[in-house]
């Protein structure tokens, strides 16, 4: 199948998506994920963009609230009730996410004392640093598609909750740190550990928040400040060294870049270091992982949507080579960022076949694929047309 083919797929895909999830028809009890949400808030918005169909602006508007009234609420199994925040009914409308937004998992959280069980815990409720960082970028996208600055207050107001429950200083002393997984009220972690990347998509997030901000003039939003320098701490204590052979994570640290060139235009301030970090970090994953990619192994033992986040950032890597021609600025002559790019330009076939494979309708009627139906739809529609995801 044609790459051509694209646009139509990613209508159906998107459409089938609302459907299975109960968005649309809205369904009494739907099936809500934070990080496929915000991915699909994103394509929706896309959409709108490409087609000037307000019928996916209506949709990715629908599927914000429909997050906010499921993911910001207690579950239907847990003796809560109500908004996690603890606000009223009327003031927890006003402000979704001000408690942070669940995950969306299938069972309730661990309790209190309960042992943990590393298996069970992946399929456990709670809340995810790095899945609230993509619904900021998701209410952002809204924000800018709409020109209403109150998504991008739940952003912010998002932002400053789950900085002040997720970054810790050490009882014994030393740089911050970040929990992994907090329980769904953010009064305890769940998974102590600290993520690779989430301070690196702490700061992303918070900075273009903080940009956005400022270009709306919105004074009367919540300043990120103290925030920022918070993430740049815990990412200078880290290194430069931010490399994973994982795929989706290689294809995050690749959308980053391209967000960091897009920050650089928008502030002008110079992002030099930490935008050669990433592109290092990700040739480096990426010359790993590839050594072992065959496009010719079978469904069945592929994972479609890690595969499709890295085609996601090898698209973003186009958009960086665009920078690299429009110079001068971040990535003018002088720039050390101009190698690696050049380098990961020759990945590109990758993107088109993990892509080809997986438009391909057998292969997404293999078990891998049924087993996370919805996330896979999503990211697929995201990779062949990835400008509702890339935009800041």
Known sequence: MSRNAGPALVRTLMLDFARLTGLEPAAAHPQRYLWTDAFAVCNFLGLFSLENDRRFLDLGLSLVDQVHRTLGRHRADDRRRGWISGLSEEEGARHPTRGGLRIGKPRNERRPGEPVNERLEWDRDGQYYHYLTKWMHALNRVSRTTGDPTPLG?????????????????????????????????????????????????????????????????????GLKDEIADMSGILRDMGPDLATDDPLGIGGLLSDASRIVQLAILDSRSYESLLGSLLDSALQGLNAW?????????????????????????????????????????????????????????YLPIRDAIEQFWMDADNRESATWVEHREINMVMLATSLAPSGFLSI
């Open 290 to 346: 590839s050594t072992a990619f065959s496009p010719d192994e079978p469904a069945e033992r592929r994972l479609a949507f890690r595969e499709l986040g890295l085609s996601i950032g090898l698209s973003a890597v186009e958009s960086l080579r665009e920078a690299v021609e429009a110079g001068p600025g971040l990535l003018d002559r002088k720039s050390h960022s101009r190698r690696p790019i050049a380098a990961l330009l020759k």
């Open 154 to 222: 739940w952003a912010m107001e998002l932002a400053k909750t789950a900085h002040a429950r997720f970054a810790y200083a050490p009882p014994a002393g030393g740089p911050k740190r970040m929990f992994w997984k907090m329980s769904i009220d953010l009064t305890h972690p769940l998974v102590p550990s600290m993520g690779q990347h989430d301070p690196l998509d702490g700061f992303i997030t918070y900075s273009k928040l903080q940009a956005a901000a400022s270009a709306l003039g919105g004074s009367s939003l919540p």
